[in-house]
């Protein structure tokens, strides 16, 4: 079964923005929602450290819209310093998605319904938490030791007692939900969902790779509704020590992709939920649908421009590249996977003939930064929001865009303005593709590395008459 999917409920937070709707006006209005760190952040922002490569000096910062209300998620005990609060940052998107699709959660008959979450953060406050208690404390006596080789034993305890006081006390729940599978478990339970519930990670596609199983549950019949969702939570200093090898950060006070004078991206933190259903399920049920998905590719780009994986996504019958308005491209600030990722574009679209289509180009990062594995999940909340609304939205305007996309010989342009999504034919709907770039390795390993891998999904709209309110 090869059925559209609807898009009947969405949830997200990002920099500055608490849901799809407050995206959407940033994203009209053309505002920057990166800001500068306080005065009592760890990182060192715009200096070099570990990869003598510049910190940025801006941050896609979520703030206090990390903060989440454990008792409204029926969770018993309060948040402490030794708990993952990522739990409940994703499980009040989980609960905000459901209530846009009017379900309600913790309901007493099960649904059938499966959770795919796009979450692998290398470290987060639990997991660290009992390094501390463990290897860390050890290593730290270990030091003291070799430094003060006659310190009688009992004086080492009282160091390491001390040491253990400081420290937030660990506990068994705690240590379970400092894994993603089990809180993503959690999630499922509490949405009354009685089939699969697990945690994905393909890099910055993850968004596209737990939409895509999401798909796969409703299109096999193992699911008659799906959460799908990615979320990147907020980003400390080891993890972005980490980062800066594998990419190149702007130290500007502003990201607008496709410049010519791009030189790095800006992280961002934040993430987002869809509710999908069959599309014959979502109109049986008077659902609002904000958008189809009739497509996701993922895979390896032998070409390294992100092509072959574009010409995946849009081989479906009906589905050809001058149907395309509207391309929510990865757009990462990062000079050199721009080029490709326009090349790519331009190789499926080809030059501009009198009366032929035109196909416009945006990115979300521009907004809220590179939010990485929630980043695809960013601008499928974007593109559905535009067919919705039947507007192209325009991303942050470079001083200098790309020559290649102001070309009049170009098929494709750059959106800077909001403007009428105006179609040609009513046979024809509005569709969109959203892509997503990995990080290409810095040190290639063997011809498999060398093309990097990328993701693609085609949205569609619901026909007017039957999107309902």
């Given at each position: 079964?090869d059925?559209?999917?609807?898009?009947?409920?969405?949830?997200?937070?990002f920099?500055?923005?608490?849901?799809?709707?407050?995206?959407?006006n940033a994203v009209v209005a053309?505002?920057?929602m990166?800001s500068?760190?306080g005065p009592?952040?760890?990182?060192?922002y715009?200096?070099?450290r570990?990869?003598?490569?510049p910190?940025?000096?801006?941050l896609?910062q979520?703030g206090d819209?990390?903060s989440?209300?454990?008792?409204?998620?029926n969770f018993p005990?309060?948040?402490?310093?030794?708990e993952?609060q990522?739990l409940y940052?994703a499980?009040?998107?989980a609960?905000?998605?459901l209530?846009?699709?009017?379900?309600?959660?913790?309901?007493r008959e099960?649904?059938?319904g499966s959770?795919?979450l796009?979450?692998?953060p290398?470290f987060?406050?639990?997991t660290?938490?009992?390094?501390?208690?463990?290897a860390?404390?050890?290593q730290?006596?270990?030091?003291?030791?070799?430094?003060?080789?006659n310190?009688?034993d009992?004086?080492?305890?009282?160091?390491?007692?001390?040491?253990?006081?400081?420290l937030?006390?660990?506990n068994?729940?705690?240590?379970l939900l400092?894994?993603?599978f089990?809180?993503?478990?959690?999630i499922?339970?509490e949405?009354?969902f009685s089939g699969?519930a697990t945690?994905?990670?393909?890099g910055?596609?993850?968004g596209?790779?737990?939409?895509?199983?999401?798909v796969r549950?409703?299109?096999s019949?193992?699911?008659?509704?799906?959460?799908a969702?990615a979320?990147?939570?907020p980003?400390?200093?080891?993890?972005?020590?980490?980062?800066?090898g594998?990419?190149r950060?702007?130290t500007?006070?502003?990201?607008?992709?496709f410049?010519q004078?791009a030189d790095?991206?800006i992280p961002?933190e934040?993430?987002?939920f869809?509710v999908?259903?069959?599309?014959?399920d979502a109109?049986?049920?008077?659902d609002?649908i904000y958008?189809?998905?009739?497509?996701?590719a993922?895979g390896?780009?032998?070409?390294?421009d992100?092509?072959?994986?574009?010409s995946?996504a849009?081989?479906?019958?009906?589905i050809e590249p001058?149907t395309?308005g509207l391309v929510?491209a990865?757009?990462s600030g990062?000079?050199e996977?721009?080029?490709?990722?326009v090349a790519?574009?331009?190789k499926?679209?080809?030059?501009?003939r009198?009366g032929?289509?035109l196909?416009?180009?945006?990115s979300?990062k521009?907004n809220?930064g590179?939010t990485?594995k929630?980043?695809?999940?960013a601008g499928?909340v974007k593109?559905?929001?535009a067919?919705r609304m039947?507007?192209l939205?325009p991303q942050?305007?470079?001083?200098?865009p790309?020559e290649?996309?102001?070309?009049l010989s170009s098929?494709?342009?750059?959106?800077t303005e909001?403007r009428p999504w105006?179609v040609?034919?009513?046979?024809?709907?509005?569709?969109?593709v959203?892509m997503?770039?990995?990080?290409?390795?810095t040190?290639?390993?063997?011809?498999?590395?060398?093309?990097?891998?990328s993701?693609?999904?085609?949205?569609e709209?619901?026909?007017?008459?039957r999107?309902?309110a």
């Amino acid at each position: 079964m090869d059925s559209a999917i609807a898009i009947v409920g969405m949830s997200c937070r990002f920099a500055g923005c608490a849901s799809p709707g407050a995206l959407w006006n940033a994203v009209v209005a053309g505002r920057s929602m990166l800001s500068v760190p306080g005065p009592d952040c760890e990182l060192p922002y715009g200096a070099k450290r570990l990869f003598d490569k510049p910190y940025p000096t801006r941050l896609g910062q979520l703030g206090d819209l990390f903060s989440c209300v454990q008792a409204m998620q029926n969770f018993p005990r309060q948040i402490n310093a030794g708990e993952n609060q990522d739990l409940y940052f994703a499980t009040q998107l989980a609960f905000d998605a459901l209530g846009d699709a009017s379900i309600r959660p913790h309901s007493r008959e099960m649904l059938r319904g499966s959770v795919r979450l796009g979450y692998a953060p290398p470290f987060n406050a639990s997991t660290v938490n009992w390094l501390q208690h463990t290897a860390f404390l050890d290593q730290t006596i270990d030091i003291l030791h070799r430094f003060l080789p006659n310190a009688p034993d009992s004086a080492l305890d009282e160091v390491k007692a001390k040491l253990v006081e400081s420290l937030p006390t660990p506990n068994a729940a705690s240590f379970l939900l400092g894994s993603g599978f089990r809180f993503v478990s959690w999630i499922a339970r509490e949405c009354s969902f009685s089939g699969a519930a697990t945690i994905l990670d393909a890099g910055n596609l993850t968004g596209a790779a737990a939409i895509m199983e999401a798909v796969r549950d409703l299109r096999s019949g193992d699911a008659d509704v799906a959460l799908a969702g990615a979320i990147t939570s907020p980003v400390g200093r080891a993890y972005l020590e980490g980062l800066s090898g594998v990419t190149r950060f702007t130290t500007r006070p502003s990201l607008a992709p496709f410049s010519q004078d791009a030189d790095g991206t800006i992280p961002g933190e934040g993430g987002a939920f869809f509710v999908l259903k069959r599309r014959e399920d979502a109109l049986r049920d008077r659902d609002r649908i904000y958008a189809l998905i009739r497509s996701v590719a993922i895979g390896h780009n032998p070409e390294g421009d992100g092509s072959v994986i574009l010409s995946q996504a849009l081989h479906r019958p009906g589905i050809e590249p001058g149907t395309i308005g509207l391309v929510e491209a990865d757009g990462s600030g990062v000079p050199e996977p721009e080029a490709r990722e326009v090349a790519a574009i331009q190789k499926i679209w080809g030059e501009h003939r009198a009366g032929g289509r035109l196909v416009g180009i945006g990115s979300v990062k521009g907004n809220i930064g590179h939010t990485l594995k929630a980043g695809m999940a960013a601008g499928v909340v974007k593109t559905a929001m535009a067919l919705r609304m039947r507007v192209l939205p325009p991303q942050i305007v470079p001083d200098r865009p790309l020559e290649a996309l102001s070309n009049l010989s170009s098929s494709a342009y750059l959106i800077t303005e909001p403007r009428p999504w105006l179609v040609g034919e009513a046979a024809s709907p509005r569709r969109a593709v959203v892509m997503g770039d990995n990080f290409d390795p810095t040190e290639y390993i063997g011809d498999a590395s060398r093309g990097g891998r990328s993701a693609a999904i085609v949205l569609e709209e619901e026909p007017e008459e039957r999107a309902f309110a």
